[in-house]
T-cell receptor
Framework: GNSVTQMEGPVTLSEEAFLTINCTYT??????LFWYVQYPGEGLQLLLK?????DKGSNKGFEATYRKETTSFHLEKGSVQVSDSAVYFC????????????FGSGTRLSIRP | EAGVAQSPRYKIIEKRQSVAFWCNPI?????LYWYQQILGQGPKLLIQ????????DSQLPKDRFSAERLKGVDSTLKIQPAKLEDSAVYLC????????????????FGQGTRLTVV
């Protein structure tokens, strides 16, 4: 079945460090891919998305490129801030009106000042 | 545009009691989801509605969980009787119907209801 695998956390970085959170997927077909973020005490928010191969999603300095050849959607940011501390979820959704969103297990990110 | 509304935000009950959660999706969104998020894990789909019909309830423990979406708008999720392992955050989300060739859009999530069963 369809699934998402992302790197386990927690990930702890110093402010202004470079961030990569790995995400790979398994899907029968070509899904849309998402990164959601969950800040402490809040609900899930969409961070960025990509709907087809080679698309790059970007938002708030974060980027991820849809790589069909490696079935990956790694999240990157060049210089993290303390305010980026949150849990990040990679997710996919097949292109069907009946499709559900399938989430990875989440990666907790902590940024030290 | 108002977001997905959920209530209550927090609920503490004893095992074997019953509990209900309410969700009002974004206006006009055809698809409504209920997810269960256990601490340290990713959200897991419990049930998905398209308007007022069930699309996927394969992971819903039907001996104790039930959900309905009357009139294709708001929805309730019920647990009866609750078990300790039901302690989790219950997330409601909605998404619009795909338009023609436009790929599926993302889902919009409410803040969730944190359930603690003691």
């Amino acid at each position: 079945g369809n699934s998402v695998t992302q790197m386990e956390g927690p990930v702890t970085l110093s402010e202004e460090a470079f961030l990569t959170i790995n995400c790979t997927y398994t899907a029968t077909g070509y899904p849309s891919l998402f990164w959601y973020v969950q800040y402490p005490g809040e609900g899930l928010q969409l961070l960025l998305k990509a709907t087809k191969a080679d698309d790059k999603g970007s938002n708030k300095g974060f980027e991820a490129t849809y790589r069909k050849e490696t079935t990956s959607f790694h999240l990157e940011k060049g210089s993290v801030q303390v305010s980026d501390s949150a849990v990040y979820f990679c997710a996919l959704r097949m292109d069907s009106s009946a499709s559900k969103i399938i989430f990875g297990s989440g990666t907790r990110l902590s940024i030290r000042p | 545009e108002a977001g997905v509304a959920q209530s209550p935000r927090y609920k503490i009950i004893e095992k074997r009691q019953s509990v209900a959660f309410w969700c009002n999706p974004i206006s006009g969104h055809a698809t409504l989801y209920w997810y269960q998020q256990i601490l340290g894990q990713g959200p897991k789909l419990l049930i998905q509605f398209q308007n007022n019909g069930v699309v996927d309830d394969s992971q819903l423990p039907k001996d104790r969980f039930s959900a309905e979406r009357l009139k294709g708008v708001d929805s309730t999720l019920k647990i009866q009787p609750a078990k300790l392992e039901d302690s989790a955050v219950y997330l409601c989300a909605s998404s619009p119907r795909p338009q023609g060739s436009v790929p599926n859009t993302e889902a919009f999530f409410g803040q969730g209801t944190r359930l603690t069963v003691v």
